[in-house]
């Protein structure tokens, strides 16, 4: 009986032993989308001439149209500020070789290049030394519309330094935070205070390192934010740290800007010292929160010393269908002295919107948001703005 | 060893009926065969300016003694260069050698039947250029005398038409005896353009499976988008029975 046992109990291991399944392939690289401009050059010389050098030309246009409870601004509410205008928001060029991340050993180089041409974002996101004039062409007021070389970087990629090193030099976005600055990145049209009164580009080196396949460190040195080669530079770290989970369905995002935190008050220039954190999860294949909190603060502020800002941001999205999806956002922004905003108090504000993309390259996306600053007067001496956005973007 | 021994026959006797399975019942000879002998089979791509050339595979298989089949696939695609004109040609030839041979000497003549299909696709593009084939043809001959010739007509588009080919020629037949025969099969894919590269796309006769061409070589908005393609090139079957 002991004999039988023994048999029966060997026999599996060795047939599970020799039907051991293969090891699957490593998984290939995603091709990036193409839109319309490349689609139109495709089975053409220059089409080739991009193809063949890895090199990808798109863009977009977002316009939107704000209804508003404000008569003219809806500043401190920034980028889709106009009340009751239409604003060509941004109308972007991109111009990119991607650096390759997967298949292969040797390292690769590549580039990118941003470009606001023309659009009413670049009032808020513009650098102080690259065409920066455009922020008083207009009797010492901004123009309504703009350019701004927003990202421009030579990229390399090392596959084979522990998981991947990436190199960057040249003006790259913030690393923090749940928004971005091209339209097409984020979920709704309006943007959060958080986003809008904190550092959108750096001008340096950045070393993006991933250790594992949980684990990514960036470290940069940069000469200031939102300023490019100016007087007013000076040295600045950035950096980041990011855990990702290993079923990639939660990950931590920990950021920091690390200067002197000193305004400098010779050239009016800011220079914040920001923390951040951002929490994502993927409650479920059609659900996603995202939740951040920055925490912000510049030394020797004319007139008020220290000055601090506090965000907290929650983001909740739900996929309706392939197409279209909703977004509710609930933001608490503190402007302590009113140094960011100009109006000090508790902002809060609470936006709902959808996402229709009725087809691959259009995105439709209608929202309601309420503001509401209790110290304050901001919106045009109101305590409370409300706005009915829509906005359209059109990849080409 | 009383209590092993029904465990040990158990686990025994199911080998013992796979070892007394009669053997499967190997298939009936043909009593007319090819023996495939020396083969020369070439395809020379010629490129010229903006080009892509793809595939280039001469296949002969011979799924059953009495039965060969061989197809030449390939791909050629020709677009606008700044400066000058550009050709892609993809130019197919096969001379194969092979052997009737009667099992039974009671057999005196055979019967050899030959046909061929071309699938593939042609395009053009309004801007300029133009795709063809050249006849696709396979002739049977024996020493100097030529026994069967098949040609599958060959077509062209240009200014902007486009076409999805399955044409067929034969059966044709010819009566042989036993010993050695040639096969010579052509086939020519070209593809051109004019040097115009303001305007235009490019031009392709497309005579292979996927992935012979790439996709990034023909326009975006092409016309045949998600055609079958495993059964594209210019194939040739050739059987023969005894008469």
């Not at chain 2, 059966?171 to 040097?195: D, E, I, R, Y």
Request: aromatic share 12%.
């Amino acid at each position: 009986m002991l004999q039988f046992l023994c048999l029966c109990a060997a026999l599996p291991w060795g047939q599970t032993l020799s039907a051991e399944a293969p090891v699957p392939p490593p998984p290939a690289a995603t091709a990036p989308d193409r839109w319309l401009l490349l689609k139109a050059l495709q089975g053409t010389y220059p089409g080739w001439i991009l193809d063949s050098q890895r090199i990808q030309v798109n863009g977009w246009t977002e316009g939107s149209f704000t209804a508003s409870s404000a008569r003219n601004e809806q500043l401190p509410m920034g980028f889709n500020y106009r009340a009751n205008e239409f604003l060509l928001q941004q109308n972007w060029l991109r111009i990119e070789r991607s650096v390759v991340t997967s298949g292969t050993s040797e390292p690769t180089y590549g580039f990118r290049f941003d470009n606001i041409l023309p659009g009413s974002d670049y009032r808020f996101t513009l650098a102080r030394g690259v065409f920066s004039e455009q922020l008083t062409a207009r009797h010492g007021q901004p123009s309504t519309y703009g350019i701004d070389p927003i990202q421009f970087y030579g990229e390399a990629n090392f596959p084979t330094v522990a998981q991947g090193l990436d190199i960057k030099v040249g003006r790259f976005f913030a690393l923090y935070g749940v928004e971005t600055n091209d339209a097409v990145s984020n979920a709704l049209c309006s943007h959060a205070y958080t986003f809008i009164y904190d550092p959108f580009t750096h001008t340096g080196i950045l070393n993006t390192l991933k250790l594992t396949n949980s684990w990514t460190v960036q470290a940069g040195l940069v000469i200031g934010s939102d300023v490019f080669i100016d007087p007013a530079d000076e040295p600045t770290f950035v950096g980041t740290i990011k855990w990702t989970r290993s079923d990639q369905r939660a990950n931590v995002l920990a950021s920091a800007i690390a200067g002197s935190g000193r305004f400098n008050q010779a050239k009016a220039f800011h220079n914040p010292e920001v923390l951040d954190l951002v929490y994502t999860y993927k409650v479920n294949p059609l659900l996603n929160y995202s939740f951040e909190s920055l925490l912000g603060y510049t030394t020797h502020v004319t007139d008020l010393g220290t000055a601090w800002w506090f965000g907290v941001l929650n983001y909740l999205t739900y996929d309706l269908t392939p197409r279209l999806s909703a977004t509710g956002r609930l933001e608490f922004f503190d402007d302590e002295q009113g140094q960011r905003t100009r109006f000090p108090g508790l902002y809060t504000a609470f936006t709902t919107g959808l996402s229709f993309r009725p087809r691959k390259s259009i995105v439709f996306r209608p929202e309601l948001r309420y503001d509401y600053n209790g110290e304050s007067r901001p919106f045009e001496g109101r305590h409370g703005l409300f706005t009915a956005t829509t906005d359209v973007i059109l990849r080409w | 060893m009383k209590t092993v021994m029904p465990y040990l026959a158990v686990l025994v006797l199911p080998f013992t009926a796979i070892a007394a399975e009669p053997p499967a019942a190997a298939p009936a000879s043909p009593p007319v065969t090819m023996t495939l002998h020396e083969r020369h089979g070439h395809e020379t791509p010629i490129r010229k300016g903006f080009t892509h050339t793809g595939g280039g595979n001469i296949d002969v298989a011979q799924p059953s003694p009495d039965t060969v089949i061989i197809t030449m696939t390939g791909v050629a695609v020709a677009g606008p260069h700044p400066c000058k004109e550009s050709v892609a040609t993809l130019d197919f030839n096969l001379d194969q050698c092979f052997e009737i041979v009667f099992d039974k000497p009671e057999t005196k003549k055979a019967k050899l039947t030959v046909e061929a299909r071309v699938i593939g696709l042609l395009r053009s593009h309004k801007g300029g250029g133009a795709a063809q084939w050249e006849p696709a043809a396979v002739t049977i001959s024996s020493g100097p005398t030529e026994l069967l010739t098949l040609a599958v007509p060959s077509h062209s588009v240009s200014g902007g038409d486009s076409l999805s080919v399955n044409d067929h020629q034969g059966p044709a037949s010819v009566s042989v005896g036993s010993g050695k025969l040639n096969l010579h099969q052509a086939f020519v894919l070209t593809a051109s353009h004019p040097g115009k590269w303001h305007r235009g796309k490019t031009a392709s006769a497309e005579f292979a499976p996927d992935p012979a061409l790439d996709p990034l070589w023909i326009s975006y908005f092409e016309p045949f988008h998600g055609a079958n393609k495993k059964d594209f090139g210019f194939q040739v079957t050739i059987k023969i029975a005894p008469e």
